[in-house]
């Protein structure tokens, strides 16, 4: 999980140096990647960190896998609605990528 979360927490230590520094753009940026990192969408790093902390948490390994690949697909769909709603198509492109990969590892897609 340490290893994961470097990902997100490098995004914030940029958005830090970035704000002393007065770099706008860097630090929106930042803050962006940051906020997509940490969605709980698989494979993202904040889907690993969520089903992780699920495995951690629950006896029963299988559920909560299933529980954080259906949070996944969930959280991709909104993502996918949010795309249509701003207009911003890769970010739909992304959101039904995510959600093949979620719908793949339930076993719903060959």
Do not use: C, W
């Amino acid at each position: 999980m340490k290893v994961v979360a470097a990902g997100p927490l490098s995004n914030l230590l940029l958005v830090i140096i970035g704000s002393l520094l007065g770099l706008d753009q860097f630090v929106s940026i930042n803050i962006f990647l940051f906020i997509f990192n940490i969605l709980p969408i698989y494979p993202m790093d904040g889907g690993h960190l969520f089903k992780d902390f699920l495995m951690l948490n629950m006896n029963n390994r299988r559920k909560a896998f299933e529980i954080s690949m259906i949070v996944s697909l969930v959280t991709s769909v909104f993502l996918l609605i949010f795309s249509f709603l701003s207009g911003q198509l890769i970010i739909g492109i992304l959101s039904i990528v995510f959600g093949y990969f979620a719908l793949k590892e339930l076993g719903y897609i060959k």
